[in-house]
């Protein structure tokens, strides 16, 4: 007889009963993020794999690892601003005036956002992001809030994305720049290899809620 348990040894008894033996034999249990799975007590059990172990969430525009027995997908790179005083881990950020990373809100009322202000003449300003890795085939986006209001007629501002030894302006504003936070989004499908990312500005700017993953 069979009761549908690959958890159980079945067989017929001298009653004609469907009789059911718990057994140990290995199985699987679903999830990706334990491994290995074998049958205790009639159920299919697996041992939780380490945190950061590899997974795959079935998603092209993340990375993903393995958290708490759970596969979460993660941006290839992301950074917000809401901090004490320094960038993200492996984010830097560098400006001839202060730079502050609070008292400002950005696109998405985040509490904080990175600012240098254009305190006396040009004040130029670059944010670089980590190197990360886009996989061929991606299907990741680029968006981040920015603040380019004000500032001189000669203003710059642009955004570059650079994979291996080919560099790539995504975002680029010249002169005096409207007010308010401005959200903005790029594919970067056709983009893949070790890649990173620079804001820069020779004048004030704003910038944040940063994210390389699923849109």
């Known amino acids: 007889c069979d009761d549908g348990n690959l958890c159980t040894d079945d067989s017929c008894n001298a009653v004609n009963d469907?009789?059911?033996?718990?057994?140990?034999?290995?199985?699987?249990?679903?999830?990706?993020?334990?491994?290995?799975?074998?049958?205790?007590?009639?159920?299919?059990?697996?041992?939780?794999?380490?945190?950061?172990?590899?997974?795959?969430?079935?998603?092209?525009?993340?990375?993903?690892?393995?958290q708490s027995v759970v596969c979460v997908g993660t941006p290839f790179a992301s950074a917000n601003f809401d901090t004490d005083g320094t960038p993200p881990a492996g984010w830097t950020a560098f400006s001839t005036a202060p730079i502050t990373y609070e008292g400002s809100q950005g696109y998405t009322s985040k509490p904080n956002a990175l600012y240098s202000p254009n305190n006396v003449g040009m004040s130029p300003m670059t944010v670089t992001s980590p190197v990360f890795t886009?996989?061929?085939g991606n299907t990741a986006t680029l968006q981040f809030d920015i603040l380019a209001a004000g500032g001189p007629s000669t203003k710059t501002i642009t955004a570059t994305l650079k994979c291996g030894d080919s560099?790539?302006?995504?975002?680029?504003?010249?002169?005096?720049?409207?007010?308010?936070?401005?959200?903005?989004?790029?594919?970067?499908?056709?983009?893949?290899?070790?890649?990173?990312?620079?804001?820069?500005?020779?004048?004030?700017?704003?910038?944040?809620?940063?994210?390389?993953?699923?849109?």
């Open 18 to 66: 469907c009789q059911h033996a718990n057994n140990t034999a290995t199985c699987n249990d679903g999830n990706q993020c334990t491994d290995p799975d074998a049958c205790a007590l009639g159920t299919c059990k697996g041992t939780p794999k380490a945190d950061g172990a590899a997974c795959d969430d079935g998603k092209s525009c993340n990375v993903d690892s393995c």
């Open 134 to 136: 886009l996989p061929k």
């Open 167 to 215: 560099e790539t302006v995504l975002y680029s504003k010249y002169g005096t720049q409207g007010p308010g936070w401005s959200h903005y989004a790029y594919a970067l499908d056709s983009f893949d290899g070790a890649c990173g990312l620079k804001f820069s500005s020779n004048a004030s700017m704003g910038l944040d809620t940063i994210s390389i993953g699923c849109p």
